[in-house]
């Protein structure tokens, strides 16, 4: 297999990047004559403050000696210094504090800090209430978010029926959220957002725990693994602007914080049952069923999380059976030494899936009949494998590291009859499309911070070094002509076939900093450097057959390509808080998206890839305010993405021995575009009670875009609109909870969006066309007694028939439509907290 240009870039990380960053995280003066200095950092009250910043300055003889310590848990700090000296203590929300110490002290220091005043983070305190948007913090585990549209979501705070399966119930609260639903129990997760597709969400960064789960993040960016939502904690989202610190992706990222074991907990199971029923014309019953169960705890230096998810029925749909099984531990140790204070993190994720598919539809069809299947034998098996290693280390400077290491090992396969929904299943050997995806990387941070005198405000610098390495093959032939999901090859090195190795590596630096010019104005530059080099190496076989079934050409073709990029992406944002409930930001970042190899020569899709394909560029621009008031909290944005180079499809026809011309979509670069819009979400407390118990309040997230092709490329489509771009997206929630009750009301109305550049409304093959616009709403409401929670949901009250998605190949192609009306029972129990 092609390695070139692999061990340069590893043996340059190694030999120069680390040691910088080692040294830049544990570097410590020489000092001389030191002697032992220890004590104990506490409240006004008395509590211990960890945490907490010693710092040790002394010259002697015109040689200046200084030191750093961090408080522990316990308050303590401990180091050698010189004396005489200066002891300067500091933490975030105290007043600062130092002392002149002329010798060594015959006792421990005890160090009393004074509280101070300031201004927190506003993500920090939205989480305590219940009627509160929230964003994310400056600063969190190595990631810097100052003067950057985020959204953060708490699914089990904001839905009402625990084991909720309709994405667009738990992405309510992000603004532009383009949703597919096209399957049942909420198997495969496609969002899109600001006019990118969300085939698959493969134009965000997927993540889970800040680690990517996506196939290959440069070749095949698609996400067939979904986290179970029982086991999220919460559900962050980074814009474009992501791209500094998470890659090139133009619509940002997305990360699923996952649950995991509190330190000194006792053991506590928690599980959940739920049922989901389709009231149908269908002979037969049609439903599903959802079991997951959890177990978690703790000891003062160790703590485990532990999950199994299990789905398994029918859609809505006819052929539409799956069972989908997911296991997801993770270990957490903790230790402090002389260095600092070490977290050590251990998880493993492991999903196995196995679906019918019913295929698609055509327009007619689906006006007919929305349920109806035509595709008895398409089958979809998924196996995904993911591994972590992470490491924290907060020494006893003032800078914090941050490194992981992570490994996946999954694979996709579909089996079935390709051709388009208005072509009858022939019966005969089904098309069998296999990929293998191997890959390993890592993300090392380092944090610094600089306080200022008066408490109020900091710098910050994060310093980033990011790699992966990827080999991963594809390959195309035929199965067995059964009903069966029978994952096995039929004369594959006879047939028209393919099969492609596309290893891919890439490793990146960034730097991003905050830059405080007064106590409420900050800049937030940074600058990220790319290496990539993709690959492919293959060969393909190409079989024509005359109308009687006899040899017009058999040919093998081989080929092997290699492309080496060095990408450079800068940023810039700001953030100005003219007080400690509002914020006014802005950001403007360059973005750039690498071509997939891993399209070509897919035979017989209808889509060919144009050979002089080139890379996707772009910029993202935000401008915003947001403010948590008592009972209104809002965050309310404008935004540009500039594209160029966007790749997409066209029709065209190419040569072909028997018809002349042969119809097909040619993916390729269209044209420059250009999409600016309005991103609102906004939560109002309409009521609290006396007690602070009960809440009535509702939630608003909305989207207005207008995405046009610009010239640069195809002539035809110049002042077309883009696809996946509804003008108009609104998701409104009223909630009412109390502590034995809860009940919602959702609702969403999307306008209408096109599929492919030249805005066709309605074509034979239903490959393409327009979708049209569609609204739903789902109710919920939920009852409590101890740790039980009984609820009952009815998705699509109204029961609209629409549809979210036309697909090209898999899971169709044509139209796959969405859910009808379904009704949900789900029944959890979870050990009822303990009151003091």
């Known amino acids: 297999m092609p390695k070139a240009g692999t061990e340069p870039i590893l043996s340059f990380g190694i030999r120069w990047i680390l040691p910088v960053m080692m040294l830049c995280v544990g570097f410590k003066p020489v000092c001389w004559g030191q002697q032992p200095l220890s004590g104990a950092v506490y409240s006004g009250s008395g509590e211990p403050l960890s945490g907490t910043v010693l710092s040790w300055s002394s010259e002697i003889n015109d040689r200046v000696s200084e030191a750093k310590s961090i408080s522990s848990e316990q308050g303590y700090f401990s180091f050698e210094v010189s004396f005489p000296g200066k002891l300067s203590a500091s933490i975030l929300g105290f007043m600062p504090w130092d002392s002149l110490i002329q010798e060594q002290p015959s006792t421990p220091v005890r160090i009393r800090l004074r509280a101070q005043v300031i201004a927190l983070e506003t993500a920090e305190i939205s989480s305590q209430s219940v009627n509160r948007l929230e964003w994310m913090s400056s600063l969190s585990e190595g990631g810097l978010y100052r003067g950057i549209k985020s959204t953060v979501i708490r699914p089990e705070k904001t839905l009402v029926v625990p084991g909720e399966a309709e994405a667009r119930n738990i992405f309510a609260g992000l603004p532009g959220a383009n949703v597919w639903e096209s399957d049942a129990a909420g198997l495969q997760l496609g969002v899109g957002v600001r006019g990118l597709s969300p085939n698959r969400s493969s134009h965000l960064s997927m993540r889970q725990n800040g680690i990517p789960i996506a196939a290959d993040p440069l070749g095949y960016p698609e996400a067939y693994y979904t986290p179970p939502l029982e086991a999220v904690s919460t559900i962050e989202h980074v814009s474009g602007a992501a791209a500094l610190q998470y890659g090139s992706q133009l619509g940002g990222m997305l990360n699923f914080n996952m649950k995991s074991g509190d330190w000194n907990a006792p053991g506590e199971l928690e599980a959940l049952i739920s049922g989901a029923a389709y009231p149908s014309n269908l002979p037969d019953i049609r439903g599903h069923m959802h079991l997951s169960v959890q177990q978690h705890g703790g000891s003062e230096k160790a703590s485990h999380y532990v999950l199994i998810d299990h789905k398994q029925g029918q859609g809505w749909r006819k052929n539409a059976a799956f069972e989908s099984t997911t296991l997801l531990g993770t270990w957490k140790q903790r230790w402090n030494n002389e260095h600092g204070a070490f977290v050590l993190e251990e998880s493993i994720t492991a999903m196995r899936r196995l679906e019918q598919q019913p295929g698609g539809l055509t327009d007619t069809q689906f006006e007919n009949d929305p349920q109806a299947s035509y595709r008895a034998r398409n089958w979809f098996r998924v196996n995904w494998n993911i591994g972590t290693l992470g490491l924290q280390w907060k020494p006893s400077t003032l800078w914090d590291a941050q490194l992981n290491v992570h490994g996946l090992n999954a694979e996709r396969v579909s089996l079935g009859f390709l051709g388009t929904p208005n072509r009858v299943d ?68 006879q047939r028209q076939s393919s099969f492609y190795v596309l290893p891919n590596t890439q490793s990146s630096v960034f730097a991003q900093g905050i830059v405080s010019i007064s106590d409420g104005l900050s800049i937030t530059p940074g600058y990220r450097w790319e290496w990539i080099r993709t690959e492919a190496e293959g060969s393909y076989r190409e079989v024509i057959l005359d109308g009687a079934g006899n040899f017009i050409e058999d040919s093998l073709f081989t080929s092997s390509q290699s492309r080496n990029r060095h990408v450079m992406l800068p940023g810039i944002g700001f953030s100005w808080k003219p007080s400690s409930q509002k914020e006014w930001y802005g ?75 042969k119809p097909i979509l040619l993916r390729t670069n269209l044209a420059n575009a250009r999409t600016v819009g309005l991103e609102a979400a906004f939560q109002w407390n309409i009521w609290t009670s006396e007690n602070q118990q009960d809440h009535l309040s509702t939630q608003m997230a909305g989207s207005w875009m207008h995405g046009i092709y610009q010239a640069g490329g195809e002539p035809s489509i110049v002042g077309n609109r883009l696809e996946f771009a509804p003008e108009r997206m609104l998701r409104i929630g009223l909630t009412w909870k109390s502590p034995t009750w809860g009940a919602q009301i959702q609702w969403q109305g999307i306008s209408q969006q096109f599929t492919e550049a030249t805005n066709a409304l309605r074509t034979p093959q239903a ?70």
């Open 426 to 493: 022939p019966g005969e050997d089904r098309d069998l499309i296999w990929g293998d995806f191997r890959s390993i990387g890592w993300d090392i941070r380092s944090t610094r911070r600089w306080m200022q005198a008066n408490g109020q405000r900091y710098h910050a610098l994060v310093l980033g070094w990011q790699g992966y390495l990827g080999e991963n093959t594809m390959r195309q032939g035929f199965g067995d002509d059964t009903a069966e999901p029978h994952f096995q090859w039929v004369d594959f090195d």
């Open 587 to 661: 950001n403007a970042v360059r973005n750039y998206r690498a071509i997939n190899f891993s399209d070509i020569q897919l035979q017989d899709l209808g889509v060919m890839v144009d050979p002089d394909i080139q890379d996707e560029g772009g910029f993202n621009m935000d401008l915003g305010c947001r403010q948590q008031l008592k009972r209104i909290s809002y965050d309310l944005s404008v935004f540009g993405l500039w594209y160029q180079n966007r790749i997409g499809l066209l029709p065209a026809t190419i040569p072909d021995p028997v018809l002349l011309e």
């Open 767 to 836: 490959l393409h066309g327009e979708i049209p616009a569609y609204g739903t709403i789902d109710l919920s409401i939920g009852r409590s007694i101890g740790g039980f929670h009984i609820g009952l949901k009815i998705n699509n009250a109204s029961n609209t028939m629409y549809f979210t998605r036309r697909a090209l190949a898999y899971p169709g192609p044509g139209i796959l439509p969405s859910d009808g009306r379904n009704i949900r029972l789900a029944l959890s129990y979870r050990p009822a907290e303990k009151k003091p």
